[in-house]
């Protein structure tokens, strides 16, 4: 049976600025079970890793939680906690969640690590902090963790500086640094975005592996619609502080139903794509220091119906795992389809060379 690790609910943030309150966040809910992938995907400025951030607690001075429940369960001694993160102090987010039960992979882990520290250290101090380990258990536990990530060396490399990594062995860092405390639950914002595609590729298959062994919940906030087919179990959409559609990855690859989602789709680039091809959405986001009224997305959406700049769709449901909010799914609402040209090129695009390895998931009898 699934058992549920993160629930999040009715989630809202605002932040002020000097040009007025930003909106960042509205009415954002997820879920997550034990051992599963969630990918959120979406345009840079979609709430992404806003709405992760608030999970951890690390949202900036000028961020305000206006609504919302982030309820997450974890075990102590085979007792189930379960919590709402939101009502914790910083200090009780500090001492109970933060590194021990939730942790995070920063997009650049040369700004994520302490330049000034060795890296033995930077994996050895939450281990310190948080359980009271010896200097000597949290050393050989570091090392145990640098070899578990791939890192030859290990007690040499325990005494180097970030600087002296390349960009590849930083990120196995910032990932054994995370892990150093057996997390339930790994937040992996873009932990690939400054790699070359070989390097990506095994950090990816290396947090996977990770994950399977240790039987971690993940979450990655990512664009890189590549990134999610090789490693999501279920995927949330996200635009303009929302979620417009969520599901398993190979419902949202194969039967998208938000016209957003399309768009997301039709931009993936493939073998056949060049520079004067490739497709972009129309337009540009919201400005969230206006209250959106109606579907945010209906002035770059073809397909927008009139009740789309009256009224904000409410989710609909496709199937027991998949809901989108789109008034094109209400009965009354014109029979619209993903476009034929964007269901070719999905197939075309899982079909070209064993894309990300994921045929099983996204095979259709």
């Not at 969640?97 to 000034?116: E, V």
């Not at 570091?142 to 930083?170: C, F, T, W």
Request: aromatic letters at 8%.
């Amino acid at each position: 049976m699934r058992e549920k690790v993160l629930e999040i609910r009715n989630l809202s943030i605002s932040f002020t600025t000097s040009q007025g309150k930003v909106n960042a966040i509205r009415g954002v809910e997820l879920d997550l079970y034990r051992g599963e992938t969630l990918a959120i995907v979406g345009e840079s400025g979609s709430g992404k890793s806003v709405t992760m951030k608030s999970v951890m607690g690390i949202l900036s001075n000028n961020g305000e939680i206006n609504s919302g429940t982030v309820n997450f369960s974890y075990y102590r001694d085979d007792e189930k906690i379960d919590v709402d993160l939101l009502k914790l102090s910083k200090k009780e987010m500090r001492d109970r969640i933060n590194g021990k039960r939730i942790a995070m992979i920063f997009q650049d882990p040369m700004t994520s690590l302490n330049p000034t520290m060795t890296i033995g250290k930077q994996i050895m101090e939450g281990m310190i902090y948080h359980y009271k380990k010896s200097k000597k258990e949290a050393y050989d536990k570091a090392v145990e963790l640098l070899k578990l990530v791939g890192i030859n060396d290990a007690e040499k490399r325990m005494k180097n500086y970030p600087h002296q990594l390349s960009g590849g062995m930083r990120q196995r860092v910032v990932i054994a640094i995370a892990l150093a405390c057996n997390p339930d639950l790994l937040i992996c914002d873009e932990p690939t975005t400054a790699l070359d595609v070989t390097i990506q590729a095994k950090i990816l298959e290396l947090i996977k592996d990770i994950q399977r062994k240790m039987n971690l919940s993940v979450i990655y906030i990512t664009h890189d619609l590549g990134v999610v087919a090789k490693v999501a179990d279920y995927v949330a959409v996200m635009y303009a502080g929302k979620i417009v559609e969520k599901g398993k990855v190979d419902e949202i690859f194969y039967e998208p139903k938000h016209p957003y989602t399309w768009g997301l789709l039709s931009a993936m680039p493939d073998l056949n794509t060049n520079e004067d091809k490739l497709y972009t959405i129309p337009g540009s986001p919201p400005n969230l220091l206006v209250p959106v009224k109606g579907d945010a997305f209906a002035p770059r959406n073809m397909y927008a119906l009139n009740i789309d700049y009256r009224l904000e769709p409410p989710m609909f449901k496709v199937s027991d795992t998949h809901y989108a909010a789109t008034w094109l799914l209400h009965n009354k609402a014109p029979k619209i389809d993903m476009p034929e040209e964007l269901k070719f090129k999905i197939n075309r695009m899982l079909k070209e060379a064993d894309m990300y390895g994921r045929e099983e998931a996204f095979a259709r009898s």
